[in-house]
């Protein structure tokens, strides 16, 4: 079988195709493999004007064969034992100098354990964010593995990236599973983004009373302020549209569980290894498990009584929310950006805070206006927390007083919001020389003589305990 492609695609799913497409229009000739044969002819067929450039493939040899070695084949398929499979099923058609790329939302931990593996080929893993449309007309792209390997697909992968300005938002992250971690700090970011965003839709609906087309027209508003981003936009949309069933706001007739693929609460799990805190993700991660416990839910409102009541007038205004939600999100990019810093070393990596939030500036679905100054601000110091970065602390103290009008009122009227609340007390906690740690270190004295330090230096490592 003749060479007819520069690179090679495992995996014709939503993302798979879309991807093939990007590469074909933008970057490559491309030779494509699904596992059903006739998914990979019917994606050739829709293809189009693109299908000269794609070539169907129905077996795994051909595919290999269809490729100009040294190849490059990018995987798109099932995180976890598909993956795994996957591999071993090509690894008798692939040379040593070959390189398979995993595109999928692989947990950074398998990705460690696959560069290490002793694979007879070289391996990338690689975060890919922006759904179907980023996928098909300029995803954000975060590598993982040896430089080299991504240097030779990197003209490919920036070619087919987004563009922030023109500077494309795909770059190498660091060795072994360093793209698909920062992937996963994305994730935790996107369900914390999300999370927020959903607390100040509820104040609007419960605590004002106001119907989804204005809380779309507040959220297109915002849109054009600090706040401008993918999710706030999509917020706005979603907010704004119909049921063409019923005619009723879209909003109101979907039932409020969320679902999860589990990529945030890898970010949560992580930070608790690293003792990093990130306590507005862990929020938003727990809000959706929350959800999920519908019946239950039921349950407590009938013992209880529904909790959100519509706010006195003019406790709150529209302006509170936006300060409020601007400053929860300073404080949860914050956290995932220490966490990331703290990652580096534990696992060896030199991650680079800067290039992480540049890499997320187009492209993928937390972009927003806001980190370009994120990047800005992490370029001057990079192990600055961003909270004491001047152009946030600017930011916040104009913002935190409505974000604290807005988490009591919240908590005055029954509003659960779990992620805005977790960022003031982070805010209040990192802003407090004199916590109440003393406490707790003198309870684990008292119980397990643990020890602690004194205030004063003087060596006296245990307290004068005695029951009362
Ligand atoms: C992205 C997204 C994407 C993720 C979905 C679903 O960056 O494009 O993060 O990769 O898979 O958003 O995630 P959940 O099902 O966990 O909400």
Excluded at 23 to 37: G, K, Y
Excluded at 119 to 147: C, D, N, Q, T, Y
Excluded at 411 to 432: E, K, V
Excluded at 433 to 445: H, V
């Amino acid at each position: 079988m003749a060479v007819t492609a520069d690179i090679g695609l495992i995996g014709l799913g939503t993302m798979g195709s879309a991807l093939a497409l990007n590469i074909a229009e933008n970057a490559a000739p491309i030779a494509v493999w699904n596992r059903t044969t006739a998914r990979t002819h019917a994606f050739h067929a829709e293809a189009a004007d693109l299908a000269p450039r794609i070539t169907p493939c129905d077996t795994l040899e051909a595919l290999v064969a269809a490729i100009r070695p040294p190849r490059a084949i990018i995987l798109m398929v099932p995180a976890g034992q598909a993956v795994d499979d996957q591999l071993a099923a090509l690894t008798p058609y692939l040379a040593a100098d070959d390189l398979v790329i995993d595109a999928g939302n692989a947990n950074f931990h398998d990705t460690n354990r696959r560069a290490r593996a002793g694979l007879s080929f070289h391996f990338l893993g690689m975060g890919v964010s922006g759904g179907e449309e980023g996928a098909r007309h300029g995803p954000a792209i975060m590598g993982g593995g040896e430089k080299a390997d991504w240097d030779r697909v990197a003209p490919i992968l920036t070619a087919i990236a987004a563009k922030h300005e023109t500077e494309a938002c795909a770059d190498w992250m660091g060795p072994e599973g360093a793209g698909h971690f920062v992937k996963a700090v994305h994730n935790g970011i996107e369900y914390a983004d999300m999370q927020m965003i959903a607390e100040v839709y509820g104040m609007m609906r419960d605590g004002f009373g106001l119907p989804a087309p204005a809380i779309g027209t507040t959220f297109e508003r915002w849109n054009n302020g600090v706040l401008q981003s993918y999710l706030i936009e999509i917020s706005a949309a979603v907010a704004a549209a119909t049921d063409p069933l019923t005619g009723a706001a879209m909003l109101d007739v979907i039932l409020d569980k969320a679902g999860q693929k589990g990529t945030g609460r890898w970010t949560a799990i992580e930070a608790q290894h690293l003792a990093a805190p990130i306590p507005v993700i862990e929020a938003a991660v727990a809000a959706r498990n929350v959800s999920a416990r519908l019946d239950e839910r039921k349950a407590g409102e009938a013992v209880y009584g529904p909790a959100p009541e519509r706010l006195p007038a003019g406790m709150l205004s529209e302006a509170d929310l936006e300060a409020a939600l601007t400053a929860g999100k300073i404080l949860c990019y914050a956290q995932g950006f220490t966490m990331t810093a703290a990652a580096g070393p534990a696992f060896g990596w030199n991650l680079q805070l800067p290039a992480i939030a540049r890499v997320w500036r187009a492209g993928c679905i937390i972009r927003s206006a806001m980190l370009d100054d994120m990047a800005q601000a992490l370029t001057e110091d990079p192990a600055r927390n961003l909270m004491l970065a001047p152009l946030f602390t600017a930011h916040l103290k104009r913002s935190l007083p409505a974000l604290r009008r807005v988490v009591s009122a919240a908590a005055l009227h029954g509003h659960a919001m779990p992620a805005l609340s977790a960022g003031l007390a982070w805010f209040d906690a990192m802003r407090t020389a004199c916590g109440t740690a003393n406490m707790i270190q003198a309870q684990r004295d008292f119980f397990g003589a643990h020890g602690f330090e004194r205030l004063d230096g003087a060596d006296r490592p245990h307290g004068p305990w005695a029951m009362a």
